[in-house]
């Protein structure tokens, strides 16, 4: 929000390391395994719901 000061403190370490790798493959579409088994489950959960804005 603007207006507010907060420091934040960057991600470091293992967690870092895997989220940027897992941004790098999916900006270059090289999925791996892992990767592709999170998109099928997430294509599953989101077919079950429908979202409706009014």
Do not use: C, Y
């Amino acid at each position: 929000m603007l207006g507010i000061d907060t420091p934040h403190k960057p991600v470091e370490g293992k967690f870092a390391e895997e989220i940027r790798d897992a941004v790098r493959r999916v900006t270059s579409k090289k999925l791996n395994d892992a990767d592709k088994r999170r998109l099928r489950r997430s294509r599953q959960v989101l077919a079950r719901f429908d979202a409706v804005w009014e």
